[in-house]
């Protein structure tokens, strides 16, 4: 079992940034990528980037260019820097990690963005 818990997030006005923490622990040696997602009220959740075990990123159109995901293996961390925010930014962002290739999906509690505008 793997346990994910986020930090950062909170209140910022447009054009400025955030940075996003999301800790693992547990069975971390059957984490294959850990990432983002983002739900906007009344929207479906959705991706915003992953980074595999091996280092590979994946970004989403939207924030290409503006955020930046890395990891950090010694300390089982993954980090999502958010520069440029806009108002469409504004949700609550979840840390997901996928282990055993794919069979176990975990979830962290989530935390607030919002972006003012």
């Known amino acids: 079992h793997v346990q994910l818990v986020e930090s950062g997030g909170g209140l910022v006005q447009a054009g400025g940034s955030l940075r996003l923490s999301c800790a693992a622990s547990g069975s971390i040696f059957t984490i294959n990528a850990t990432g983002w997602y983002r739900q906007a009220p009344g929207k479906q959740r959705e991706l915003v980037a992953t980074?595999?075990?091996?280092?590979?990123?994946n970004v989403a159109d939207s924030v290409k260019g503006r955020f930046t995901i890395s990891r950090d293996n010694a300390k089982s961390t993954v980090v999502l820097q958010m520069n440029s925010l806009k108002s469409e930014d504004t949700g609550v962002y979840y840390c997901?990690?996928?282990?055993?290739?794919?069979?176990?999906?975990?979830w962290g509690q989530g935390t607030q963005v919002t972006v003012s505008s």
């Open positions: 980074v595999s075990r091996r280092g590979g990123t």
């Open positions: 997901n990690a996928k282990a055993n290739w794919g069979a176990d999906d975990y």
